[in-house]
């Protein structure tokens, strides 16, 4: 049998995404486990939607991950975190570049802002209906994260998740 080495990624792709439908969610996983994801981090915002995490649910998201690792070449699993609240995500690596899903016109595009550096990238992409202000304000002001826009449309959140993770991966390749 072929033996394949896979070198770790110098600088990780986050994805820190609040609560989507159910039937979305698996579209999510895939997608941006093809695309390179390193960790997928799941919280509840005020405006998201009741998502409940059975043993049930995280045992299909694992084999969502596994599938797509699989049809994708990659060989390490993209880690999964829950949390209860956009302020529990407190733990970040030293080296790091965050950023959110900004549907104000004055956003720059990731694009126009991005540069190439070691730094792990975190992208938080609110629910459907938006991020509460509050959390803009904590992650404006106690993340000091960097409002960004994907596109010029507003994105539905898995749609923006996606986008985010495929932009960053497109640009960290040049």
Same mark, same amino acid.
């Given at each position: 049998?072929?033996?394949?080495?896979?070198?770790? &990624?110098?600088?990780?792709?986050?994805?820190?995404?609040?609560?989507?439908?159910?039937?979305?969610? #698996?579209?999510?996983?895939? @997608?941006?486990?093809?695309?390179?994801?390193?960790?997928?981090?799941?919280? &509840?915002?005020?405006?998201?939607?009741?998502?409940?995490?059975?043993?049930?649910?995280?045992?299909?998201?694992?084999?969502?991950?596994?599938?797509?690792?699989?049809?994708?070449?990659?060989?390490?699993?993209?880690?999964?975190?829950?949390?209860?609240?956009?302020? #529990?995500? @407190? @733990?970040?690596?030293?080296?790091?570049?965050?950023?959110?899903?900004?549907?104000?016109?004055?956003?720059?595009?990731?694009?126009?802002?991005?540069?190439?550096?070691?730094?792990?990238?975190?992208?938080?992409?609110?629910?459907?209906?938006?991020?509460?202000?509050?959390?803009?304000?904590?992650?404006?002001? #106690?993340?000091?994260?960097?409002?960004? @826009?994907?596109? #010029?449309?507003?994105?539905?959140?898995?749609?923006?998740?996606?986008?985010?993770?495929?932009?960053?991966?497109?640009?960290?390749?040049?």
């Amino acid at each position: 049998k072929d033996v394949f080495f896979e070198k770790e &990624k110098k600088q990780k792709l986050i994805l820190v995404q609040a609560f989507i439908k159910p039937n979305k969610l #698996d579209f999510l996983l895939e @997608k941006t486990t093809e695309l390179g994801v390193d960790a997928i981090w799941f919280f &509840k915002s005020k405006n998201s939607e009741k998502l409940n995490f059975s043993k049930n649910r995280l045992d299909r998201m694992r084999s969502i991950l596994i599938a797509a690792i699989k049809q994708s070449g990659r060989l390490y699993l993209p880690k999964i975190e829950i949390f209860e609240s956009i302020k #529990d995500i @407190k @733990k970040f690596d030293g080296n790091k570049n965050i950023y959110f899903g900004d549907v104000e016109k004055k956003a720059k595009r990731y694009v126009d802002i991005y540069k190439k550096d070691k730094k792990n990238s975190y992208f938080f992409i609110g629910p459907e209906m938006g991020f509460f202000l509050g959390e803009i304000s904590y992650l404006k002001n #106690d993340l000091k994260a960097k409002g960004i @826009k994907l596109n #010029d449309n507003i994105l539905r959140a898995e749609t923006a998740g996606i986008a985010s993770i495929a932009i960053a991966a497109h640009l960290l390749k040049l």
